[in-house]
């Protein structure tokens, strides 16, 4: 009897602690994220001239500051800098390695937990990998989607995407505080299943990643802040670089 309670609370203890291990275990989403230059920085105060989607980031659906004591290391992504400074470019300071040392200790040391990604230069490479490969830039373009003065209805520019990629992207606006009748196009992630084939933004992919969808907050205010969901019956503006 004696043994009992000890017994009880060693089967309570292994239980709840699987159950934390396997909710923030492995992801089951990765969320590759695009920008527009000219919008992050009229919402962040910055000066770009870049006409193309940038990557902003490649997001892991589970947890975040996985491992503080990896520290970035420019040296092991050395071959993929050039690739990086125009793909992935740090829209406040071009010259910087900031935003990418960020991404990494944010996202890229939880990423890691996959084989496919536990090294920068895993992660880094598939990252530019898969946004050469989706190329979202010229697919816009193709279907007559460009920086202009006139105003997008939200559900054609939601729809060349679904049609193109066969999966639902998620697509973030700012909204203008001085004229609420239009929206500012800012950012659009389309995502991945842990093969790297596209799936559904939205789909909800099993329970176990229920615990951690509060992060889908946090990334919300990484860098990009100030985006929400677009709003389907609001004009969407896609400013042309000023
Ligand atoms: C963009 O600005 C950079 C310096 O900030 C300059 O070197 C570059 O030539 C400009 N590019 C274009 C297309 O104007
Ligand atoms: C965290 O990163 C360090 C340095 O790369 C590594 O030695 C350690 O095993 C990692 N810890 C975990 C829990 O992955
Ligand atoms: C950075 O990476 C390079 C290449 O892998 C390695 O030689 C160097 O020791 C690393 N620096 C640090 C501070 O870990
Ligand atoms: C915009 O999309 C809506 C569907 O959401 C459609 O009913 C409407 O006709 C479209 N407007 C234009 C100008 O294409
Ligand atoms: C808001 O934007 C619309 C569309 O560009 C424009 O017609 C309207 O005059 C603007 N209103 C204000 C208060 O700036
Ligand atoms: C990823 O999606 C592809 C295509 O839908 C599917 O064949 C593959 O099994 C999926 N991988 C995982 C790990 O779910």
Not at 92 to 97: E, K
Not at 199 to 228: A, F, H, I, Q
Not at 229 to 235: A, E, I, L
Request: hydrophobic residues 35%; glycine residues 4%.
């Amino acid at each position: 009897m004696r043994l009992c309670y000890p017994l009880l609370i060693c089967l309570v203890l292994t239980m709840s602690s699987s159950f934390i291990i396997s909710s923030k275990h492995m992801w089951t989403k990765m969320i590759l994220t695009h920008h527009w230059p000219t919008t992050f920085c009229s919402m962040e105060h910055c000066q770009s001239n870049i006409s193309q989607w940038t990557l902003h980031g490649f997001w892991p659906d589970g947890g975040a500051f996985c491992n503080s004591s990896w520290h970035f290391n420019s040296s092991e992504i050395e071959d993929l800098l050039p690739d990086m400074k125009t793909s992935w470019p740090d829209l406040f300071d071009p010259l910087s390695n900031e935003f990418w040392k960020y991404e990494w200790k944010k996202h890229g040391t939880c990423a890691a937990k996959a084989i496919s990604l536990n090294s920068q230069h895993k992660y880094f490479s598939k990252a530019l990998n898969l946004y050469h490969t989706l190329d979202l830039d010229s697919i816009l373009k193709k279907f007559s989607i460009t920086p202009s003065p006139q105003y997008y209805n939200f559900s054609y520019i939601e729809g060349v995407i679904e049609n193109f990629y066969h999966v639902k992207p998620k697509i973030q606006c700012g909204q203008s505080t001085k004229n609420d009748s239009f929206q500012v196009l800012g950012q659009i992630e389309l995502c991945f299943n842990s093969s790297f084939a596209l799936m559904d933004c939205e789909k909800p992919v099993s329970t176990e990643s229920v615990p951690d969808r509060g992060w889908d907050y946090t990334m919300n205010v990484d860098k990009g802040s100030g985006l929400s969901m677009c709003n389907p019956d609001v004009p969407v503006y896609y400013p042309p670089v000023e």
